[in-house]
């Protein structure tokens, strides 16, 4: 056995002592982008565990739903079926299409009280025929975290709690816990208009990796990192600066500038 296949076993040992079982480890997804995917255990996205989404308010909201849809387009690339459990009307279903992922295989539920969204919620992690649950809840504790957590590491399937609590998070057992942010929307020519989806994405934690903060945009089916959001301002405001020529009142020209 050579020195390589040593270490990854030992690594491999490692997440499974922190609560990543090697059935879970098996189901990994490697399909993360370049930019991140040293922070994450093995280089690779944890795909058959729970993950924590915090937004507290109903931008960070929206967020969170369509960076969901990004990862499930771009890193887990499954046509599944999705049970998207939620507790208020603020997501439009056919938006989803925007992402790339046909809404048709979405179930979407609205359960009346807490106490049934948290049983369908469980009963839905349960499911092998699932391949991704996601749920808003104002609160993710130890208890409800681990009990799916070991429920996901049986049924393999990817579960997002989105934590809408205005609180800071607790301790759980959550593989990893994210902090979406809507940023403006981003184009490749400065120009004026609606353009890709974009967020500030803030790793908090990752079990066995490292947490990390970094500008992300949806391009084409592909979450990338977004470095030029200031280079893009520089050159508008270089275009405003540069001496325009008009024509005067008299023969002449004059030049004139653009206020910044």
Known sequence: ????????QLRRDLMALGGIRASTVGSFQPTLPEFCRDHFPLGV????????????????????YGFIAGMIKSVLKTNGVIVWI?????????????????????????????????????????????????????????????????????SKVTTFLLNTSKQEPINNSCVSRWRIQPLPSS???????????????????????????WKVRYKQGQLEEWT??????????????TPLVYKSKGDGEEKGVVAA
């Open 1 to 8: 056995m050579d020195k390589a296949t040593v270490i990854s």
């Open 45 to 64: 996205f944890p795909s058959a565990a729970v993950h924590e989404i915090c937004c507290s308010d109903p931008e960070s909201i929206a967020a969170g």
């Open 86 to 154: 939620w507790d208020r009307w603020s997501l439009f279903p056919h938006g989803i299409s925007a992402f790339g992922i046909d809404s048709q295989h979405i179930l979407f539920v609205r359960p009346p009280t807490l106490k049934a969204r948290q049983w369908i919620l469980e009963e839905a992690v349960k499911c092998e025929g699932v391949a991704i649950v996601i749920a808003e809840t104002h609160k993710v504790d130890f208890t409800l975290s681990r009990r799916l957590q070991l429920a996901v590491e049986t």
């Open 187 to 213: 184009s490749d020519n400065a120009m004026p208009g609606v353009g890709f989806p974009c967020w500030k994405v803030s790793l908090l934690k990752m079990r066995n990796g490292k947490p990390g903060e």
């Open 228 to 241: 030029k959001p200031i280079e893009l301002a520089n050159e508008v405001l270089a275009q405003k600066q």
